[in-house]
């Protein structure tokens, strides 16, 4: 599965800033859940919001509940993660990810980072005054 992820930026405490991950063209997304990760400097990669496509589950982060949203568009093949409310400690590198078996909590909260089915490149966030 060939991901690409975009939309990063930066941006002003308060801000808002929505990615974007595609998925390669004749990808049915139903079959997979997405995941939206950021690994900021020093740290750990931490999943942040994943959604099984197929019935819109959806899990995030206790840090980004209430300003984060995540969704799907199958007909453009492209998962989305709204972010609203921006601060400077959601500045990193943003990836998203897909994996076939693993349901949207499963996936956001794995430890095995390595066993994902694919990542996508990423794109860096900056939340800063």
């Known amino acids: 599965v060939q991901l690409q992820a975009s939309g990063g930026g930066r941006v002003q405490p308060g801000s808002s800033l929505r990615l974007s991950c595609a998925a390669q063209?004749?990808?049915?997304?139903?079959?997979?859940?997405i995941g939206w990760f950021r690994q900021a400097p020093g740290k750990e990669r931490q999943g942040v919001s994943c959604?099984?496509?197929?019935?819109?589950?959806?899990y995030f982060a206790d840090s980004v509940k209430g300003r984060f949203t995540i969704s799907a568009d199958t007909s453009k093949n492209t998962v989305y993660l709204q972010m609203n409310d921006l601060k400077p400690e959601d500045t990193a590198v943003y990836y998203c990810?897909?994996?076939?078996?693993?349901?949207?909590?499963?996936?956001?909260?794995?430890?095995?980072?390595?066993?994902?089915?694919?990542w996508g490149r990423g794109t860096r966030v900056t939340v800063s005054s």
């Open positions: 063209l004749g990808l049915d997304l139903d079959y997979f859940t």
């Open positions: 990810a897909a994996d076939y078996s693993l349901i949207a909590p499963a996936l956001c909260t794995t430890s095995n980072i390595g066993g994902v089915d694919s």
């Open positions: 959604i099984r496509v197929s019935d819109g589950s959806t």
